[in-house]
């Protein structure tokens, strides 16, 4: 009797043992077997949801505030309110994950106070270092990289006006990027170890016009010796449409740069019907493309982490964004199952991909 028990807690060990040898590598699992960081834009209020916050932690290595550290929540008075972006840095912390700051500068997403607060342009210089040098202290240490700067180009590669720019401006208004060279200077004072990253989208991460004009600017701060680590790529993606090739070499000429690559906003829209719901055969072009990005990003040793904007469709902003006529944009559905995009992204972050 001894001898058939000792051979069936024997069994039982293989069995089980056998059974973690051959369960599916999650995208965490996969990305660092690859040496790279997975990410995803996270909202504080849905980290209380037990579906969210377990996914969260197991699927991924690093995160970043969707909203929580840009000025209209940070700052919706001139006082600072930490309380969100804190909150997002001990969850980050308790899981052993990542955080990068999004974003410090941006003709976005701010305050009444501040646009419409006839400030002179010395006082919008004062305001600008104040907040960059009070927001890095603050996570000094605890957000290993920022979107220093965000979106400061049109989709021709002329700088937008903002309030940051010409609106009325820092000081600097006309002397083409010298305010996005002026904030990258303050950030590298305010967190000497923070990476610092140039975010761009709207046809940046392909061979386009913009893309060039962004490219001699980074070009000509890294030749000049501006302090700045990396660029990422958003890479909001509709149409099912996505030129890799275009991708994988603008990664190549970036990097080549010395800058690291992030792709940063990295999600797929599909058309659904009024539930919501995908076509199948749409659910697996996009799987496709999303494998098609992240072995773009493999491709080179200079692109060092994929983030996607969100990482389940019940919290995306595709819906409200398009009226509810496309969604179904990320790796995870409204229920946390993982769809055939997930998959992909999995197999070719683990070298498993066709």
């Known amino acids: 009797m001894q001898v058939v028990c000792s051979w069936t807690r024997v069994a039982f060990?293989?069995?089980?043992?056998?059974?973690?040898?051959?369960?599916?590598?999650?995208?965490?699992?996969?990305?660092?077997?690859?040496?790279?960081?997975?990410?995803?834009?996270?909202?504080?209020?849905?980290?209380?949801?037990?579906?969210?916050?377990?996914?969260?932690?197991?699927e991924f290595s690093m995160v970043e505030p969707e909203d929580s550290l840009k000025w209209w929540v940070l700052r919706k008075t001139q006082d600072f309110d930490f309380r969100e972006g804190d909150e997002i840095v001990?969850?980050?912390?308790?899981?052993?994950?990542?955080?990068r700051g999004h974003c410090l500068v941006w003709d976005h997403t701010n305050p009444d106070w501040l646009t419409q607060g006839h400030?002179?342009?010395?006082?919008?210089?004062?305001?600008?270092?104040?907040?960059?040098?009070?927001?890095?202290?603050?996570?000094?240490?605890?957000?290993?990289?920022?979107?220093?700067?965000?979106?400061?180009?049109?989709?021709?590669?002329?700088?937008?006006?903002?309030?940051?720019?010409?609106?009325?401006?820092?000081?600097?208004?006309?002397?083409?990027?010298?305010y996005i060279e002026q904030a990258f200077r303050w950030a590298r004072e305010a967190d000497p170890q923070a990476l610092l990253f140039y975010n761009e989208g709207g046809g940046a991460e392909t061979l386009t016009r913009k893309s060039d004009t962004m490219y001699a600017m980074l070009r000509d701060f890294k030749q000049r010796g501006v302090p700045i680590d990396g660029v990422g790529l958003q890479m909001h993606i509709s149409h099912l449409e996505a030129d890799s090739a275009a991708v994988a070499a603008n990664i190549a000429r970036l990097a080549a740069l010395g800058l690291q690559v992030h792709i940063?906003?990295?999600?797929?829209?599909?058309?659904?019907?009024?539930?919501g719901v995908a076509r199948r055969e749409d659910l697996l072009r996009q799987a496709e493309i999303y494998r098609a990005i992240v072995r773009a990003c493999l491709q080179n040793?200079?692109?060092?982490?994929?983030?996607?904007?969100?990482?389940?469709?019940?919290?995306?902003?595709?819906?409200?964004?398009?009226?509810?006529?496309?969604?179904?944009?990320?790796?995870?559905?409204?229920?946390?199952?993982?769809?055939?995009?997930?998959?992909?992204v999995r197999d070719e972050l683990s070298g498993h991909g066709p």
Request: charged share 15%.
């Open 119 to 178: 400030f002179t342009p010395a006082q919008m210089s004062d305001l600008l270092q104040k907040h960059i040098l009070t927001v890095m202290k603050h996570y000094a240490g605890k957000v290993y990289a920022w979107d220093v700067v965000n979106e400061a180009l049109d989709e021709n590669g002329r700088l937008k006006d903002s309030p940051w720019y010409n609106r009325p401006g820092i000081g600097l208004a006309g002397q083409g990027p010298a």
């Open 301 to 344: 040793h200079g692109c060092t982490a994929i983030q996607t904007w969100g990482f389940t469709d019940k919290y995306s902003w595709i819906g409200s964004h398009s009226h509810h006529t496309e969604g179904a944009a990320l790796l995870f559905d409204a229920n946390y199952k993982p769809k055939p995009a997930h998959s992909a």
């Open 90 to 99: 001990r969850f980050a912390q308790a899981h052993g994950m990542k955080v």
């Open 13 to 58: 060990a293989f069995f089980i043992a056998a059974a973690f040898a051959t369960a599916p590598l999650t995208l965490r699992q996969a990305a660092e077997r690859a040496g790279v960081l997975v990410s995803t834009a996270v909202r504080p209020y849905a980290l209380s949801e037990a579906a969210y916050s377990q996914t969260l932690a197991r």
């Open 264 to 275: 940063t906003e990295l999600d797929v829209s599909l058309p659904v019907d009024a539930n």
